[in-house]
């Protein structure tokens, strides 16, 4: 598998500044970029996999959101935010000089790409919405409301990992391999030698402030121009069916895909989930 390069660079919240962490594969020279922005309590390596198997011909930017994977924690919880989260992204544009951009987001990280491509003059040129959408489910909102936030402490890297793999049941089969990466990834040993996830557990502070007041993403969505393609799992309590249906018809009218006997969200690990992908980043 090819290497990354491990980078960073500085970005402002509204209370100072934050050391935010991203890995970059492929040419560093090249102009054809692809943005990779992950769910809210992952990391950048979530796309280790389709990021290696692009980057010969790609530029592959996969951030450490604020307060996740080998990002700084933020100073107060409050600033956990789409406001930072778009200030982060845009520094994070113009420290890698990436002025032109195709995005993959799963959940939180489709939904900003959704925020960054409605924009007026958006860098976003291609846009891969990975099951998410303009409407989220309650019942969604209250599964993750169980376990964002908590921060439990594990006597060995094997009970973490099955922690992981109870909260993260709707990802669907994957291999043991697979599990195993994902749980790494997201794992930080502390001074005494306890495993711990690797995010801030503040991050449920404004989340559970605002879980309960829905929003209207139709304005964004009706704003994007650009190509776009929908991804759903089809056992998915996170993006419904009928707004999925919804979204094909309106804004960027995309292209979709469906994963049977998946929830939320498809990893994008396998070879069936990668290729429409692929396909889509491919088009002239």
Known sequence: MPTPREQDFKSLSAHGFHRVAYRQWGDPENMR??????GLTRNGRDFDTLAAAIS????????????RGDSEWLRDPNDYGFATYLTTLTALLAHARADRV?????SMGGLLGIAMAAQPETPVARLVVNDVGTIIEPTALARIGLYVGLDPTFDSFEQLET???HVSTPFGALSEDQWHALARSTARQDATGRWRLKFDPGIAVPFRATAGQGGDLWPLWD??????LLLRGAES???SAATAAAMRTRGPRPQMV?????GHAPMLLSENQMAPV??????P
């Open 223 to 228: 704003a994007i121009s650009c190509p776009t």
């Open 163 to 165: 922690h992981i793999r």
């Open 237 to 239: 309590d996170l993006l």
């Open 258 to 262: 469906e994963f049977p006997d998946v």
């Open 33 to 38: 970029v692809v943005v990779c922005v992950h």
């Open 56 to 67: 010969d011909r790609y530029r592959v930017i996969c951030p450490d959101m604020p307060g």
């Open 102 to 106: 195709a995005w993959v987001g799963t």
């Open 278 to 283: 692929i396909a889509f980043l491919d088009q």
